[in-house]
């Protein structure tokens, strides 16, 4: 095929040759303290598609000019594969698993006191802070408060005279809604290798070309910012920051921890007058991993402050930067109206994956997701029963541990977690993520909606046995017979996030679960935690026990919490026939005006009827589009 590429290439692809930064405007208006400003180009959605990162069939001339002048950083992460939680930990330098909610897309987590936001320190030393678009931080700060300027309006040209800014500027040319129709341009379906876990539909390549015609499009965006800056005379004391907010729209890249997902772009471009803030010189690639937590202690780094210890990121150039990171940790939890729970680390050459939900599979019907023609060709294929058994595997359920080398398996799709050659690396990043889940006091064993959610309230003395949690969760993810007495003792802790991994672990395991059969009956009707009632139900219908639907219906109600209304929706999904009895109350839920539940009540109810179609979409975007133009 002519043309083909390795989207590897992208990832593992040399930088261009650097040469110096040119000379930008004429006298230029100098910031009156000694502070440079900083400019941060935000794209949404996309891997590094980007010529300078090796790929053949992009046209990105200007990320490509910012790279040769500056800094390439090839090894860079989100801590989330999708915006808001991603963007929590860009705003507050703390992790979004470490102050629950925020670890869901679409929470409302709270910001406790003893967190501030990076544009308030920035502010606090004297920058004008702006931000001309989007915000989606996954916590209830309010924007207006912490930036100077927010909005459309908001632009580093409104400062005052002499003093230094730090602007944030997001385009959504890239955004996975851009996918939900075709972009022509210069790069054609046929120019492009497909990886292998998605079938060959003419859809399908048309999806992955316009993406690269999009990127097309946002790097000509990226280079009117830079002219502007240039045109105003400002871009030789203004540090330039291009990076995306997360992976790639193309399936199994947004909102999956695969590297497609959590990979990201990010070029740094510092004027020869701040050389002294960088690793290294302009023109040079940096291949030690950073991660987006890292930016807003590097923002305070360029400006001389120390980072408060409640941030968990390092600074990677500034006054105060730190050593180089060999590894970058991150995670997926609720992704709108479907839950899961997944954790990964990679060193950039290996990735390790970590599922905690492995019951469910990785494609689950997502409605705003499967707008795209892509994801609904492979639901289809699959339906029909015509994919290989690389492609089917997305739609099965998932082992408790995926390992890859990047390198070898360029599509992720050879799993190597028993492989004896990998056995040393395997148990040095099984180490390192446990070790990293206990440092942030990670709340993702905290089911949504418990009392126990939140940043202070996990850490509150004897609330939340992180520690016993992770080795209960593992019990019931390996789904172990030989465990079973150990899970059904927890099903009568007194903590409620051991009972529900003790609930969960029956779950997982079955049919292997039936002697606890009565001891989950109870739980499903005595337990305390809701929560813990809605798994324990599930698990009870499961082993045949249709009591569990009494348990489960009256939870979807519209005077529950949202969040026990969903997992209580997801149940019974997944229960399929079995909660055939509970149509009537998914037929309620169905007409829900809360987006989430009205997706994920049409597509059980669909599902229950026979009547589901891939091809005809459960996601309103007419409707949505509208509300979206009406402020709502």
Known sequence: MSGAFSRRAVLRGAAAGGVGLAAAGTAGARTADGMPNIHWLVSEDNNPLIGTYGDKLAHTPHIDRLAREGLLYRNVYSTAPVCAPSRFGIL?????????????????????????????????????CTNNAKTDYNCDVDPKRIWDEQGPKAHWKNRPAGKPFMAVFNTMTTHESRLFGTTPGRVRPDQIRLPAYVPDTPAVRQDYASYYNLMERMDGEVGRWVAELEAAGVADDTIIFYYSDNGGSTPRTKRYC??????????????????????????????????????????????DLPA????????????????????????????????????TVTDGRY????????????????????????????DALNRAGKLDPVQARFFGTKPYEEFYDLTADLDQVRNLIDDV????????????????????????????????????????KGAYPLKRVMVLAQMACRRDPRKLAALRRALTDPNEVVRYWGASGLLMLGENARVAAGELAGAMVRDGSPQVRI??????????????????????????????????????????????????????????????????????????????????????????????????
């Not at 990735?351 to 892509?374: C, D, H, K, T, V």
């Not at 324990?536 to 005077?559: F, Q, S």
């Not at 109810?605 to 509208?626: C, M, N, S, W």
């Open 92 to 128: 507050t330098g703390v992790l979004p698993e470490s102050c629950a909610p925020a670890n869901h897309m679409r929470a409302v987590a709270h910001l406790p006191s003893e967190l501030r936001t990076y544009p308030e320190y920035m502010r606090s030393a004297g920058y004008y």
């Open 258 to 303: 695969y590297d497609e997902g959590m990979r990201c772009a990010m070029v740094v471009r510092i004027p020869p007058k701040w050389a002294h803030l960088a690793p290294a010189r302009a023109g040079s690639r940096i291949d030690a991993p950073v991660t987006f937590l890292d930016l807003a202690p590097t923002l305070l780094s360029i400006a």
């Open 351 to 378: 990735r390790y994956i970590r599922n905690y939900m492995p019951y469910r599979p990785w494609g689950q019907n997502q409605a705003f997701e499967w707008l795209q023609a892509s994801y609904q060709d492979w």
């Open 421 to 460: 050659g990998q056995r040393v690396r395997v148990g040095a990043m099984r180490r390192a993520l446990d070790a990293h889940m206990l440092r942030i006091n990670d709340n993702g064993f905290i089911p949504e909606g418990s009392p126990l959610e939140g940043y202070a309230r996990s850490r509150a």
């Open 308 to 343: 408060p210890a409640t941030m968990q990121g390092s600074a990677f150039l500034g006054h105060r930067m730190k050593a180089p990171k060999s590894l970058a940790f991150g995670m997926r939890n609720r992704m709108d109206e479907r839950y899961d729970f997944v954790r």
């Open 535 to 632: 798994v324990a139900a599930e698990a009870a219908v499961r082993l045949g026990n249709d009591a569990g639907l009494d348990v489960l219906m009256p939870l979807t109600r519209v005077d529950q919490p949202m969040p026990l209304r969903l997992q209580a929706v997801n149940a019974l999904t997944f229960l399929g026939r079995r909660a055939a009895r509970a149509r009537p109350a998914l037929q309620v839920v169905a007409q829900d005006r809360e987006l989430f539940l009205k997706n994920a009540g049409q597509f059980a109810l669909q599902e229950l009827d026979g009547t589901y179609d891939p091809h005809k979409p459960i996601f309103d975007l007419v409707a949505f589009r509208a509300a979206m133009r009406g402020g709502d």
